[in-house]
């Protein structure tokens, strides 16, 4: 594993040797070869045409995608958003708590608060669903998934802390509520997971943060640094060799906001932290920077990861916690999301 600096603080962050093996080749590059049907693509501008050329399928969609073979219909994605997004309202609503406390081993800490913070204390067989375990593998999910439907009672027998929890018990059919549990993982897990990863990654980079920056400027610039999403897959499609030639009929493509976020054509200072800088930048408008997708198809929970976000740097700042002056190395491993992993955290 290489280094790289986190800027302006003395903490060095180590990338997996694959993803370092990216920002020292190919970054400043529009286009390259990654393996004989992939082509990377790290252009702004040419990025912006390829996802402008065709929308995503049911299969590039992450959250949304078929369960088994079973579409998600765009009924059922309405009504499990509008379900999750409830409950992140409820959460935002609530006081900061006075006895939580976020010391302690990140990602980790903020998932396991941002899991109870939202779903409440729901019973086991909804909480091991939203398990930052489960990511090890498919089959795992799966069986956890199968057990949870097996163990549940008839509709009316429990009462759901959540209404995300409510749509699992309105299923009538065994396979019915095995497909809305699946469900219920894939939207519930993904809120935790990527809100945890997004403040572990902030708080690495800058914490402490100065007084007069606001948590939307650090929020968007640990974004740039350390997007949680850091690549976006499109399989074989014939629009794309209409947008550059040297895209084959057979070629996967793998964009890489990792690489545009960094790209010193469209930044100042590209490897620093500097959340400054978002005072006279627009997220929504500026060149290569995707952390959430492209403006045709920005992700379904971006306005409930940046308000979660907020709210536990609130905390943080509120208890003055920070890095572990100890610890000065973070890993950044392969392995889903984009984060650091192993974060201390301490009070001042």
Not at 65 to 82: E, F, H, N
Not at 309 to 323: N, P, Q, S
Request: with cysteine.
């Amino acid at each position: 594993m290489a280094m790289s600096s986190t800027g302006r603080s003395a903490r060095v962050t180590l990338f997996a040797p694959r993803i370092d093996e990216l920002l020292r080749r190919y970054r400043g590059q529009d286009l390259f070869r990654l393996e004989a049907d992939t082509v990377g693509v790290a252009g702004a501008d040419l990025m912006d045409g390829l996802l402008r050329s065709r929308p995503a399928n049911a299969e590039e969609r992450p959250t949304f995608k078929p369960v088994r073979g079973r579409l998600v219909t765009r009924a059922d994605a309405s009504a499990l958003m509008q379900a999750v997004s409830a409950d992140v309202r409820t959460a935002l609503k609530k006081p900061l708590a006075e006895g939580a406390d976020l010391a302690g081993k990140w990602p980790h800490t903020p998932h396991v608060y941002l899991r109870d913070l939202v779903f409440g204390q729901e019973s086991l067989r909804f909480r091991v669903l939203v398990d930052r375990r489960l990511e090890l593998t498919p089959k795992l999910t799966w069986m956890a998934v199968a057990a949870g439907t097996a163990m549940l009672g008839k509709p009316g027998t429990e009462i759901p802390l959540s209404n995300l929890a409510a749509r699992v018990l309105e299923a009538e059919t065994y396979d019915d509520r095995r497909y809305a549990m699946y469900l219920y993982r894939r939207v519930a897990a993904p809120i935790c997971f990527t809100v945890a990863a997004l403040v572990t990654n902030a708080v690495w980079l800058g914490a402490p943060f100065a007084d007069d920056v606001p948590n939307r400027d650090v929020l968007l610039e640990a974004l740039r640094l350390l997007p949680p999403s850091w690549n976006i897959l499109r399989v074989a499609s014939p629009e794309f060799g209409a947008v550059d030639g040297r895209i084959g009929g057979a070629d996967d493509i793998l964009m890489l906001p990792l690489l545009s976020h960094r790209d010193p054509r469209l930044w100042d200072d590209p490897e620093s932290f500097r959340p400054e800088r978002w005072k006279d930048l627009d997220p929504d408008t500026q060149p290569g920077y995707l952390p959430f997708g492209h403006a045709g198809e920005r992700c379904w929970g971006r306005h409930m990861v940046m308000p979660l976000a907020e709210r536990i740097l609130d905390v943080v700042r509120r208890d003055g916690l920070v890095v572990s002056p100890e610890q000065r190395v973070g890993r950044v491993e392969l392995d889903g999301l984009l984060e650091v992993s192993g974060v201390r955290m301490v009070r001042r």
